[in-house]
């Protein structure tokens, strides 16, 4: 079988190390238009080649998942009672039934979080300045980097509403005791090297959107790319509106804000050979992203 992807790794070197002909124009490394009058490839036809490659395929977009890695012990009735106004009969914020229902296997670690409905991955970019003299004249200003923009760091996610509603159960107690307690630095934060200890306090977690792609005919997908955000919780829950009309899907927003995040393609995968061997029937599925050797084990998100 054709391995795209092997074949791309393998070759990539000696693709970026032509050179063009001194009586070429040298304003570009495209190697295939700068000698006059006689092109070395045609445009057409080598855009239609590497369109069949798996490596520059076009993607899908409506492939994904979100793994939300933990949720806050506080997150129960006895803490959020203890805090919050609550009728005589302990029935406000009486979620430790939903919770331990909506964070239960089924609905958070087959397909990821169930009740998430929209991404909305966080631009990045950074605050462009200039520094001038006196009397420019006709030279441009010299540019200075500034602040990155992103304040606060926000990650938003969109959740269908259901029957046991996952945003007014989890996430809206989820924020208001993120509000009592705060984003201090607590043990079970990420890099906090404490080891495996964990505050009922610490409201954050980690979350990790993977984003899928086709393999082969008949064949499991992989992911393609796999955010990773860290130290997450959520700080605004949108509002809901509620009219006598046309029944329709209820989406809510939330945002979640974050310390730092990271992002991971699939290259550290041998996806040509893996592609090969489930063909085969030789491979039951993937461990350790880290290790370029095949496993029998399932492949684990969260390391």
Same mark, same amino acid.
């Given at each position: 079988m054709n391995d795209p992807l092997n074949s791309f790794l393998n070759n990539v070197g000696g693709v970026f190390t032509g050179t063009n002909p001194s009586f070429a124009p040298q304003v570009t490394s495209l190697i295939g238009f700068n000698i006059p009058g006689k092109p070395l490839i045609s445009a057409r036809d080598y855009f239609l080649s590497q369109m069949t490659s798996w490596i520059s395929t076009v993607p899908m977009t409506t492939q994904w998942i979100v793994v939300i890695e933990r949720?806050?012990?506080?997150?129960?009735?006895?803490?959020?009672?203890?805090?919050?106004?609550?009728?005589?009969?302990?029935? %406000?914020?009486?979620?430790?039934?939903?919770?331990?229902?909506?964070?239960?296997?089924?609905?958070?670690?087959?397909?990821?979080?169930?009740?998430?409905?929209?991404?909305?991955?966080?631009?990045?970019?950074?605050?462009? %300045?200039?520094? @001038?003299?006196? =009397? =420019?004249? %006709?030279?441009?200003? #010299?540019?200075?980097? #500034?602040? &990155?923009?992103?304040?606060?760091?926000?990650?938003?996610?969109e959740f269908r509403e259901s029957n046991v509603?996952?945003?007014? @159960?989890?996430? &809206?107690?989820?924020?208001?005791?993120?509000?009592?307690? %705060?984003?201090?630095?607590?043990?079970?934060?990420?890099?906090?090297?404490?080891?495996?200890?964990?505050?009922?306090?610490?409201?954050?977690?980690?979350?990790v959107i993977m984003q899928y792609t086709r393999t082969l005919q008949n064949i499991s997908m992989v992911p393609r790319k796999v955010w990773y955000f860290y130290n997450c919780a959520p700080y605004n829950i949108s509002e809901q509106s509620l009219e006598y009309?046309?029944?329709?899907?209820?989406?809510?927003?939330?945002?979640?804000?974050?310390?730092?995040?990271t992002i991971a393609d699939n290259l550290y995968l041998p996806v040509g050979s893996i592609i090969d061997q489930i063909a085969g029937g030789s491979l039951a599925g993937i461990t350790n992203p880290a290790n370029t050797g095949l496993t029998t084990a399932p492949f684990n998100p969260l390391g």
């Amino acid at each position: 079988m054709n391995d795209p992807l092997n074949s791309f790794l393998n070759n990539v070197g000696g693709v970026f190390t032509g050179t063009n002909p001194s009586f070429a124009p040298q304003v570009t490394s495209l190697i295939g238009f700068n000698i006059p009058g006689k092109p070395l490839i045609s445009a057409r036809d080598y855009f239609l080649s590497q369109m069949t490659s798996w490596i520059s395929t076009v993607p899908m977009t409506t492939q994904w998942i979100v793994v939300i890695e933990r949720f806050p012990t506080a997150l129960n009735s006895s803490f959020i009672q203890s805090l919050e106004r609550v009728d005589a009969g302990r029935q %406000g914020y009486d979620i430790t039934t939903a919770v331990n229902l909506l964070k239960s296997f089924p609905f958070q670690r087959v397909i990821g979080c169930l009740f998430v409905h929209g991404v909305s991955i966080p631009a990045e970019q950074y605050e462009v %300045g200039s520094v @001038s003299v006196n =009397n =420019n004249r %006709g030279f441009l200003p #010299g540019i200075i980097a #500034g602040n &990155r923009s992103t304040d606060p760091p926000s990650l938003v996610l969109e959740f269908r509403e259901s029957n046991v509603s996952f945003v007014d @159960s989890v996430i &809206r107690p989820w924020s208001i005791l993120t509000s009592h307690y %705060g984003l201090t630095v607590r043990p079970g934060d990420q890099y906090t090297n404490i080891g495996n200890q964990y505050d009922d306090r610490n409201m954050k977690t980690n979350m990790v959107i993977m984003q899928y792609t086709r393999t082969l005919q008949n064949i499991s997908m992989v992911p393609r790319k796999v955010w990773y955000f860290y130290n997450c919780a959520p700080y605004n829950i949108s509002e809901q509106s509620l009219e006598y009309s046309e029944e329709k899907l209820q989406i809510l927003t939330t945002r979640w804000t974050y310390t730092n995040y990271t992002i991971a393609d699939n290259l550290y995968l041998p996806v040509g050979s893996i592609i090969d061997q489930i063909a085969g029937g030789s491979l039951a599925g993937i461990t350790n992203p880290a290790n370029t050797g095949l496993t029998t084990a399932p492949f684990n998100p969260l390391g």
